[in-house]
T-cell receptor, first 115, second 106 residues
Framework: GAVVSQHPSWVICKSGTSVKIECRSL??????MFWYRQFPKQSLMLMAT?????????EQGVEKDKFLINHASLTLSTLTVTSAHPEDSSFYIC???????????FGPGTRLTVL | QKEVEQNSGPLSVPEGAIASLNCTYS??????FFWYRQYSGKSPELIMS????GDKEDGRFTAQLNKASQYVSLLIRDSQPSDSATYLC??????FGTGTSLTVIP
């Protein structure tokens, strides 16, 4: 149980385009979902926290207008990287928790490359 | 700013040996501590969590927490080549260290 999926697993896009990444909890209701970014050889950095039906809470230094997060249902959250640039190339990972546990269940990650 | 520090390694141990991974943190009021394993190109997998001072054992893994010293460690007994990965320490769920790369030599 407690499976989280992400789609796509990797994406290559041109500079200036927008990319949407989906995060789904497959067998539980995710009251809270989290989005992280990880650059090579670096730590996971929390970008934002989203609760179903409410606006996401962004960490300091993360541009909310550039990284749009939608958590429209208890099983789906999306991250849209708008007007992507090469410096946005990174590994984006989502995680989810349920009401019954504070354990984070991580998705497999999405590798974004912006040309 | 909450900081979580880990020795980046690489740490190499022979198969069957004990691997010792360390983590220090700056936020004195931290309450929860997690160890994750991350293979290259993959997302983290939870190994174990610890909330109270002392040791917590789960199979070949033992987490040790010392809140007074702001220190948490992970011991891996009988290390296997499949344990070769980067080990991430996380404090209060969301604050991750940069990880320690472990290589277990057959």
């Amino acid at each position: 149980g407690a499976v989280v999926s992400q789609h796509p697993s990797w994406v290559i896009c041109k500079s200036g385009t927008s990319v949407k990444i989906e995060c789904r909890s497959l067998d539980f209701q995710a009251t809270t979902m989290f989005w992280y970014r990880q650059f090579p050889k670096q730590s996971l950095m929390l970008m934002a926290t989203s609760n179903e039906g409410s606006k996401a809470t962004y960490e300091q230094g993360v541009e909310k207008d550039k990284f749009l997060i939608n958590h429209a249902s208890l099983t789906l959250s999306t991250l849209t990287v708008t007007s992507a640039h090469p410096e946005d190339s990174s590994f984006y990972i989502c995680s989810a928790t349920s009401e019954s546990t504070d354990t984070q269940y991580f998705g497999p990650g999405t590798r974004l490359t912006v040309l | 700013q909450k900081e979580v520090e880990q020795n980046s390694g690489p740490l190499s141990v022979p198969e069957g040996a004990i691997a010792s991974l360390n983590c220090t943190y700056s936020d004195r009021v931290s309450q929860s501590f997690f160890w994750y394993r991350q293979y290259s190109g993959k997302s983290p997998e939870l190994i174990m969590s610890i909330y109270s001072n002392g040791d917590k054992e789960d199979g070949r893994f033992t987490a040790q927490l010392n809140k007074a010293s702001q220190y948490v460690s992970l011991l891996i007994r009988d290390s296997q080549p499949s344990d070769s990965a980067t080990y991430l320490c996380a404090v209060n769920q969301f604050y991750f260290g940069t990880g320690t790369s472990l290589t277990v030599i057959p």
